[in-house]
Structure formats: structure tokens, C-alpha cells
């Protein structure tokens, strides 16, 4: 007993005396926690137009937010042990709100002028502030600890503290900010709090006097912000959404979502169809159901609403159900492109997969597949059982048609084909003639490809080949021997084994869709 008295007292010498109370630890602690999921998720939207929002985008994204945490706790408390720490909360917050300010102007800047750079910019604008505000909590708990006594109740604490901090940050992201707020405001607010926070703490502390330059920096980034590249005209709680005016046609109208074109319509004339998948789309359907005759239709997916538009114009009558995740674009649709409630298009705001769910067994005589995140078919709605449902809803004679985007050796809609072949009687391919293995002399471009399934009645690729020759597509079609050779061995999709960002191959020019 006499020899440990002294150790414990020299020990707890080293401790500072008390530099914030209780609640203004917790305020900090909870705060810089929860701004570091606020950056981080918005970081992945910001990054979506420009990379794709794909299981490595989000990864990436993810990873170097886990490592601002750890390098910002390790060097936190490691300064915290040689210089005061009561010196070092007002820069962390302060240089992290100035970088999060900035980060709007520099990533579109650096998208639209220097995208080599891209990577290693939107790294550091995560990195930067995301070790800034880690290194809060380890100060702030240097500042906190009296007595070696108390350690384990004040570190469980603020540990405790910071991980609400984060939560609540990414459910005020996710469920409030985003879809009420342009991704650019919610980083500027968050960086003008972060300066003013500093302010607050510099006051208090009487020390570091960097906060008015730092308010500068966050007025030049909103300012920066204004005049960057690569805005939106709406952001909704998906998508970075341009609408953009075809100078050729006065009611051309293309959505461009995260950077892809995603639907072309005519305002004015909805039988106009510019994309050619689309007109692969109309030929599979009309070679399907000759005449005009209305159809019961449903659509995965939605964007401008092209096809359920034509539908409705060439065959009066038709009803189109339409399941479109992102009730913004409906919103677009509606402002900008011209839908009108009698347009014979009922627009659900849904998940596509669910939606399926909601319909009744052999209600449809068409379903059509055409819902992309970026330049992705949703997994979810590419495996056995997503198809086992969809076969479900069409009648006896009903026909799946969907689109599918791949390049390079086409892996994913390989495997795709190979799924559908599980669950349908017929699956034929349509597609450029190089993509498909018809033209041995042309190289795979990759791009659009349109599948069609049935499974009580082969479609009439005679008469679909017709209209896509009428159409100017110079499209062909791949079925029966053919199709099985191109297909190969190709993995069948399941909901337990979906690796469709793994399968798919962007293309460097992220056009089509």
C-alpha cells in the first residue's frame, strides 16, 4: 500500500484541470460526430454524378470516412497529451467547417475541369474534416478527465455520446436534409456552424483568433458554389436532376439524372422516340400485340415517363401503372415535362420490387423493366425471384421487355439473359449486331441492350425485326441457339448471389440509359 499512493499521484498530475463542463463536452462530442455522417453521406451524393452511385462509389466513401475517424481519434489524443487541449478545439472545428463549405465548388470544379483529380480532391475533402472533427472526441475527453478514478465513466460516456451523435446525423441526412434541402446548402449550413462553433469556443477560451478569416472562406465557398459547373436544376432525394432543352424540337425535353441521360420526351408529340432502346421497346411491344388495342400495363421504373406515354398515345385506353422510387423526378414530370393526370399514367412513388408485390396474379399483359440507379439495374430487381414475381403478374400471353445497360464483355447482361432464361419459356436479345456476337467483324461497342421474355407464347421476332428495321435502329436479334451460345456460362442472379456492380462495366462516357 505505501508504495502505490505516490505513482497515483503522479499519474493524475498529468491530467489538466477541468476545461469544459459536462454539457458543453457532450454538445461537441455529439456535434463533430454527427457532422462527420452528415459530410460522409453527402459526400456519396455530391460524388454520384461523376462516379456512378455503385456499391464501389459507396465503399470508397465509406472507407475513407472510417479512416478520417481512426487518423483524427489516434492524432486527437495524441496532441491532446503535448499541447493544451483547449488550443486545439477551435481550429478542428473551424478548418473543418471552412473545408466543408468549399467541397460543393472544388468536387464539381474538379469533376467538369480536372476529373483525373477527382479521386484524390473528393478523398481529402472526406479525409480533411472528417479527422478534424474525430479528433474532437479524444480532446474533449483529455479536458473532461479529473481524476483516473472517473476514466472509465467519462470515456464510456462521450463514447456513448459521440456514437448518438452519429446516428443522429445520418438519420437527419437520410430522412430530413436531403429531401428537403440542395446537397450544396446542407454543406454550406454545415460548415457555417462548424466556423460559428468555433467562434464560440475561441470566445470562451480566449485563444486561437482564426474564426473571421475562416467566415470568409465560408462566404467565398458559398459564393464559389454559385458559379461552379455541374448544378443541378433540381435535387431530389436521389438524384442531381437537369432538364435539358432540345434545340432541334420545341417540345424535345431530355432528364438527366446524376449525369446520364435517362429519358428524352416530346412534350408535344410523346410518339416521337429519339432514344433506341425505346424504339426497340415499341417494336418488341407492337410485333407483341398487333393493332392498337389497349393493354394493362406496369413499369419498373419511371424517369420522364417515355414509353408509358406512347403507350397511352398509340393504343387509347391503355393504363400504365408506373412504380418510380424517386418522387422528385415524378415532380419533374409534372413541371417540366408535361404529364398530365389524364394521361392514362398512374405514377406510384415506390420501391419497383415492391410494387410487384402489390399486384394482382395475371393482371398485366405487359410489364416493362426500365429502372437505373446511374447506369445500374437495382440488383434487386435482376435475380429469380424478382423475375418469378414478375411472371407472376402477366397473364398467359403477357411479355416482359427490359433494358439493360453494359459494355465491355457484357458480363451482367450475360448473366441477366441467363436469369431470365431460368424463369421464362422464351427469352429473345436485341441488340447492336457486334454486341450480340452476329457480326463477326464488329467489336462490342456495349450500351443499350433490350431482353424480352415470355412463357406461354414465343414472341414474333419477324415481326419485331420488322419494326426495328422500320425504326432505323439496325438492331438485331439473338434467340434460341444463338442466344444460348452468347449467354455461355453466365451466372444465374439470385437474391442469396446478386454481385451486379461487380458484373457491370461502365462506360467512360456514362451517355445512354
Known sequence: MTDSSPLVVASEANVPARGVSSRSAGVLVFGASAAVLVVEIVALRLLAPYL?????????????????????????????????????????????????????????????????????????????PGALLSAVTPVVTKLRLTSLAETGAVVGRLSGVGTAGAIFGTVLTGFVLVSRLPVSGILLGLGALLVAGAAVVEWRARGWSGTPALALVVVAGGLATAVAPGGCDAETRYHCARVVADPERAGGRTLVLDGVRHSYVDVDDPTFLRFEYVRALASAVDAAFPGDRPLAAHHLGGGGLTFPRYLAATRPG????????????????????????????????????????????????????????????????????????????????????????????????????????????????????GDLGLDPGAAPEGGNLVVLASDRRAVDLRATQRGLDARGTGWRIASGDALAAWTGDARVLTDDHAPVDQLLQPSVTRSGG
Open 52 to 128: 456512378g452511385l455503385t456499391l464501389e462509389t459507396s465503399t470508397m466513401v465509406i472507407g475513407i470516412a472510417l479512416t478520417a475517424i481512426a487518423v483524427g481519434s489516434w492524432l486527437g489524443g495524441k496532441l491532446a497529451d503535448q499541447v493544451d487541449p483547449r488550443r486545439l478545439l477551435g481550429p478542428s472545428l473551424g478548418v473543418s467547417g471552412a473545408v466543408v463549405a468549399l467541397t460543393p465548388a472544388v468536387l464539381r470544379t474538379t469533376a467538369e475541369w480536372a476529373p483525373a483529380a477527382l479521386f484524390f480532391i473528393a478523398s481529402m475533402t472526406i479525409l480533411v
Open 318 to 433: 391503355t393504363r400504365s401503372l408506373v412504380s418510380e422510387i424517386d418522387g422528385g423526378v415524378v415532380r419533374i414530370d409534372r413541371e417540366r415535362l408535361g404529364l398530365r393526370a389524364a394521361a392514362g399514367v398512374d405514377v406510384r412513388v415506390e420501391d419497383g420490387r415492391l410494387g410487384l408485390r402489390r399486384l394482382a396474379a395475371g393482371s398485366r399483359d405487359l410489364v416493362v423493366g426500365d429502372a437505373f440507379g446511374g447506369v445500374n439495374v437495382p440488383w434487386h430487381l435482376t435475380t429469380v425471384e424478382a423475375m418469378t414475381d414478375v411472371r407472376r403478374v402477366l397473364d398467359e400471353d403477357g411479355l416482359y421487355v427490359v433494358n439493360l445497360i453494359d459494355h465491355g464483355r457484357l458480363d451482367f447482361a450475360r448473366a441477366e439473359v441467363a436469369t431470365l432464361g431460368e424463369v421464362f419459356e422464351h427469352v429473345a436479345l436485341l441488340g447492336k449486331p
